[in-house]
């Protein structure tokens, strides 16, 4: 399995956030959430997910693009492995944005049909996915990797691919990014 490094996962974060920004606000930079907003949607996080790794807060410059839309997202950020991140309540990928989508949802952020079109699922251990509240967005992106390194037993292979579920939660690194910015 070819392991997906950080920097590859931030680009495509970015990709998303780059969607909606054209789709959304073409005509004007976005920008990002403010600090006490950005900092509320990371205490909603770390208050409402049951894993031990925090969240980290950067803002970052969108890199020039072919829709022309540039400015700034409030990124939240967090890395673990299996180890740190995986409960009772998380044990794929579903249950990381179920439990994801239940803490924003109850702080006011919410589905809708402009979200609707980052509902993305993929095979490879990775789920993107968006939710809106008033005049802001917040593009959420998770995958599951294996951890460098690790050495996966027989039981884990299958047609010389890695089965993520069969990694032992140590074997297992997770990647969580939320792209939070105002329309």
């Known amino acids: 399995m070819r392991r997906m490094g950080v920097r590859s996962r931030g680009v495509l974060a970015v990709a998303a956030v780059l969607v909606v920004a054209a789709g959304a606000a073409a005509a004007e930079p976005v920008k990002p959430l403010d600090l006490a907003d950005c900092a509320d949607v ?18 970052f410059d969108l890199p020039r693009n072919a ?28 249950d990381m944005r179920r439990l994801i989508v239940g803490a924003l949802t109850a702080a ?7 979200t609707k079109r980052f509902d ?6 990775r789920t993107l996915f968006a939710l809106a509240r008033k005049d802001a967005l917040c593009v959420i992106s998770v995958v599951v990797g294996m951890v460098e390194g690790a050495q996966p037993d027989a039981t884990a292979m299958k047609d010389e691919k890695v089965l993520l579920s069969a990694l032992k939660p140590y074997q297992r690194e997770w990647w969580l990014a939320l792209d939070c910015f105002k329309l």
């Open 120 to 125: 993305e699922k993929t095979t490879g251990g």
């Open 67 to 94: 829709a022309g839309v540039e400015g700034k997202v409030c990124r939240l950020l967090t890395v673990g492995t299996g180890a740190h991140m995986e409960t009772p309540e998380i044990r794929s990928l579903d």
């Open 108 to 114: 006011g952020w919410a589905e809708n049909d402009a």
């Open 42 to 59: 990371r205490h909603v996080l770390e208050e409402g997910l049951p894993f031990i790794p925090g969240f980290r807060m950067l803002e």
